[in-house]
């Protein structure tokens, strides 16, 4: 959406760049979905490194953002603030952000995010279902409308909490969301968030992440 775009100063994401021929069109707003130890991050990265080596100039981001908004996130997660007090963070620090991701597009260059508007939508539907019930969802999408730009894909890396959690389970420090139960619940509303918003391709991310890759590049042709 042109319209949301916005002018605020860049921090913390990488720009990459590279020389090959463009098989995915050029100024596009790609995003990565998917639960805790999804894959999303690693495969974010490797589409990022992919579409730079076609010849794109490609800005690679993530929300919660490596500025100081993206860090009170992290800080209210280690504090365990309020469910509203968290949620209002996220979108504060996305509301940064979707002004940095306009300028970026604005000026041509794609930009491929790890986690987006589908990560409030997904986690904090869950998590303030107990204070709003089912109207949660409905809540937030109005709440994100005014600070969104539109992704023109939103890759939803779908697998099973039972395998995410194994994969996590190397970690040395568990993220506050990164328990089964929750997770289920979470990789149910992004299964909902993919039948609803067209701008959803769902893509198997139980495969090693080479074959994920080529999974998600050949899902762009097919849109
Ligand atoms: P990460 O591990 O992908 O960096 O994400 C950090 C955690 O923050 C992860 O458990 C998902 C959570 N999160 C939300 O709950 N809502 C959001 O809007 C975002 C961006 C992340």
């Given at each position: 959406m042109d319209e949301s775009r916005g002018t605020i100063a860049a921090q913390g994401a990488m720009t990459v760049s590279g020389t090959m021929t463009a098989s995915v069109p050029a100024g596009g707003f790609y995003v990565f979905e998917g639960i805790d130890g999804s894959?999303?991050?690693t495969i974010a990265r490797a589409f990022a490194d992919r579409l730079a080596s076609t010849g794109q100039r490609v800005e690679r981001t993530a929300e919660p953002t490596a500025t100081w908004l993206g860090e009170q996130v992290r800080r209210?997660?280690?504090?365990a603030r309020s469910d509203f007090t968290e949620t209002f963070l996220y979108i504060a620090d996305r509301a940064e952000h979707s002004a940095l991701i306009a300028e970026w597009l604005k000026d041509g260059r794609s930009v491929v995010c790890d986690r987006y508007v589908g990560s409030t939508l997904a986690y904090q539907s869950v998590t303030l279902r107990h204070h709003l019930g089912y109207r949660a969802l409905e809540w937030l999408k109005m709440v994100n409308e005014p600070v969104l730009v539109r992704p023109d894909v939103t890759v939803l890396l779908r697998i099973d909490p039972e395998v995410a959690i194994?994969?996590?389970?190397?970690?040395?420090?568990r993220e506050k969301f990164e328990q089964v139960e929750f997770l289920r619940k979470v990789a149910a509303m992004y299964d909902r968030l993919a039948t609803e918003d067209p701008s959803y391709v769902v893509v198997d991310a139980s495969a090693p992440p080479e074959e994920v890759l080529e999974r998600v590049w050949g899902s762009m042709g097919k849109r």
């Open positions: 894959g999303k991050s209210g997660n280690r504090e194994g994969r996590l389970s190397g970690r040395a420090e």
